[in-house]
């Protein structure tokens, strides 16, 4: 008994025209998809990291014994960052030496770097408010991640630097 089904196409034959349609399909995807990548991490991203790595490899050593030199000192410093609803901030750093008395008489400075965007960077100079308690006041700072770089300067001479990552919610 043979049953006939009506209403049903016939197969398409695949030929080697079609086979050469679906690759160049298929690699013109690929490649569609590899171009839009690549240009919006080259538009998106420099990839400059130092301006000269020669000059940053000569200042290597000397990066050393101010890291060496910071760490004998043996200083405790704290430093809250909070962010407003209004999107304000405020810096607060307390520092103290190995016996717990507070630091006074630094240059502290405060710079908030965008992991990506060069331009983005926000600096605030802190004010010592109380004995060893230094603070600073951001009018607009924007939500996200960022690199929260402390600096403390005495007589022209960095002598405390410390560098974490924050984020800040909205």
Known sequence: MTQTVSGTKPAR???GRGVLMWLLGFFGLVFAANG???????????????ESSYKAGQEYNQTIAAATAQS?????V????????????DVRVEARDK???????LAFTATLKHPVYQGQD??????E???????????????????LEV????????IFLSENRVFLNE
């Open 151 to 158: 600096v403390a300067m005495q007589n022209g001479e960095r």
């Open 122 to 127: 926000l600096t605030v100079d802190l004010g």
């Open 99 to 105: 016996t717990g008395a507070p630091l006074t008489g």
């Open 72 to 76: 004998e000192r043996g200083w405790k």
């Open 36 to 50: 839009v990548f690549i240009y919006y991490a080259l538009g998106t991203f420099p990839g400059v990291v130092v």
């Open 13 to 15: 034959e695949l030929t």
């Open 129 to 147: 408010t109380e004995s060893g308690v230094y603070t600073g006041k951001l009018d607009a700072l924007p939500a996200g991640n960022w690199q």
């Open 78 to 89: 704290g430093v809250d960052l909070t962010r407003g609803l209004t999107g304000s901030g």
